[in-house]
Structure formats: C-alpha cells, structure tokens
C-alpha cells in the first residue's frame, strides 16, 4: 500500500500561492494521485486528480515529477476560504485500499 | 456531497451497547468505504466494500463489522462499543478506483 507523508501544518497570506507537497515513495504503477479539502464538520471534498506530469482545473494544478515518488498541490492565489486540511491520496491501481495522509493544515491570514 | 448521506449525523450511547451507522447512495457506485476520523490521525480506513455481499478489511478493522446487502447501502457496526471507539465517522463512494470518491457529513459518534 502507498504510504504518504505531508507537512503537518502550512501557514499563508491572502493573494500568495501556496504548493503543498506529498511524498509517496512506493506508489504503484497504476496508482493514481488525489487531493482532497476537509473544512471542519464536514467530509472531503475532491479537489484534483493525476497519473503523471501536470494537471490544471477552475481551482488548483497538480504536478508530479517523471518517477511520481511526490506530487505538489498548487493553489494559486489563496482567500481565507481556503483555510482547510488537505489530503493527498495515493491508491486505485493494484488495490482496493484507499489509504489517507494525517493531511496538512492550511491557515490563511489576511 | 449529492447522493451520499449518514444515519445518524451524531449518537451518544454507552460502553458495550451495539451500535449501528448506516450509509446510503444513490449514485450506484460500485465501491463503498468506512473511515474514522481522530485528531492526528487523518482519516484511517475501517472496512470498504467493492460489490454487494463483498466486503474487507482496512487499517483499523478490529471491533468493527460491516455489511452491503444492497448497492446502496453500506452499514458499519460496532458489536460492544468501547470508549476508543469515540471517533467522528465518514462514508464514501466512487464508482471506480481510478475516480475521486464523494464523502458524506460524517458521523459523529460519542461513547460514554
């Protein structure tokens, strides 16, 4: 099984882009990579989805690099909404287990 | 998320009762997952379920049962609730593995 690792806790700025990295050093072939945003009291919501190289949509781009060992979560331009825990999620190749990081805490000051 | 909701939103029961939570979608997916949730630990996985009557085991299984008896519906119990149980309690489901999974408002579930 994928095993991630994230930074526990990430502070920002209004207007400043924030990248959040997520290691995964045994991702398997068919794995894909996915990033989810948990506001308190709620469920995560899915925010990107990637195999390889870069992915790009309406609110965040996802790149990982050639050997997919890590991926980065780029948020362009951060509003205090964007306040949250971000998971990184590895998984859906050769398994059924979809197994969660502890997640990074955002905290965006005005 | 539409399409996935969480019986009951929040339970306070006591120490050795059972105790059952119940998960429903209406998006015919065909895997469903039980996660708990504490602080430090992210979401961990229960159970999951890939197929009605197919179901395993996840990172932190003990304690805990599931059943799918429909495509719709997947319920977690707790057969003898302990403390360690205390958790808030999330449901998911995707219709593939390579497709984002939708969640529900979680459960939150207090044993005394």
């Known amino acids: 099984l994928a095993k991630t690792t994230q930074p526990i806790s990430m502070d920002s700025y209004e207007g400043q882009e924030v990248n959040i990295t997520c290691s995964h050093n045994?991702?398997?072939?068919?794995?894909?990579i996915t990033w989810y945003q948990q506001f308190p009291s709620q469920g995560p919501r899915f925010i990107i989805q990637?195999?390889?190289t870069k992915v790009t949509n309406e609110v965040a781009s996802l790149f990982i690099p050639a050997d997919r060992k890590s991926s980065t979560l780029s948020l362009p331009r951060v509003s205090l909404s964007d306040t949250a825990v971000y998971y990184c999620?590895?998984?859906?190749?050769?398994?059924?287990?979809?197994?969660f990081g502890t997640g990074t805490r955002l905290q965006v000051f005005p | 998320d539409a399409g996935i909701t969480q019986s009951p939103r929040h339970k306070v029961t006591e120490t050795g009762t059972p105790v059952t939570l119940r998960c429903h979608q209406t998006?015919?997916?065909?895997?469903m997952y039980w996660y708990r949730q504490d602080p430090g630990h992210g979401l961990r996985l229960i159970h999951y379920?890939?197929?009605?009557?197919?179901?395993d085991k996840g990172e932190v299984s003990d304690g805990y049962s599931v059943s799918r008896s429909k495509t719709e519906d997947f319920l977690l119990t707790l057969e003898s609730a302990t403390s360690s149980q205390t958790s808030v309690y999330f449901c998911?489901?995707?219709?593939?593995?390579?497709?984002?999974?939708?969640f529900g408002d979680g459960t939150r579930l207090s044993i005394l």
């Open positions: 379920s890939y197929g009605v009557k197919d179901t």
């Open positions: 990637g195999y390889k």
């Open positions: 998911a489901s995707t219709q593939g593995l390579d497709q984002p999974q939708h």
């Open positions: 045994n991702i398997a072939t068919n794995d894909y």
């Open positions: 998006e015919n997916h065909r895997y």
């Open positions: 999620l590895v998984g859906g190749g050769n398994t059924d287990k979809l197994i």
